[in-house]
Nanobody
Framework: QVQLVESGGGLVQAGGSLRLSCVAS????????MAWYRQVPGQQRQLVAV???????YYGDFVQGRFTIFRDKNKNTVSLQMDSLKPDDTAVYYC???????????????WGQGTQVTVSS
């Protein structure tokens, strides 16, 4: 069984910083990509940042240089450093990873349970 567990959410004032972390554990054969998404109630889940194999990274347009994704392939972890936070960044942040388990024949996207980030004005 494969699990993604996030940590690091919380309450911060506008202009502040938070760092989210996620670790993938279990019977993992390979991970293709690791990413962060966020969701506000009543809205679609949106991509924040993704780190692909080979080092390619992509950020949502709204990030505008404020966030940085870090992936450690050896430890199966991904972190998101969020700076210059705005109230509009308030959401539940989800870790996502494209994983092939030891007993799988292909890759499947997995999700963490989510961690709340609240930015006060």
């Amino acid at each position: 069984q494969v699990q993604l567990v996030e940590s690091g959410g919380g309450l911060v004032q506008a202009g502040g910083s938070l760092r989210l972390s996620c670790v993938a554990s279990g019977s993992i054969f390979a991970i293709s990509s690791m990413a962060w998404y966020r969701q506000v109630p009543g809205q679609q889940r949106q991509l924040v940042a993704v780190a692909h194999d080979g080092g390619r990274v992509y950020y949502g347009d709204f990030v505008q240089g404020r966030f940085t994704i870090f992936r450690d392939k050896n430890k199966n972890t991904v972190s998101l450093q969020m700076d210059s936070l705005k109230p509009d960044d308030t959401a539940v942040y989800y870790c996502n990873a494209d994983i092939m388990g030891n007993s799988d024949s292909g890759f499947t996207y997995r999700w963490g349970q989510g961690t709340q980030v609240t930015v006060s004005s």
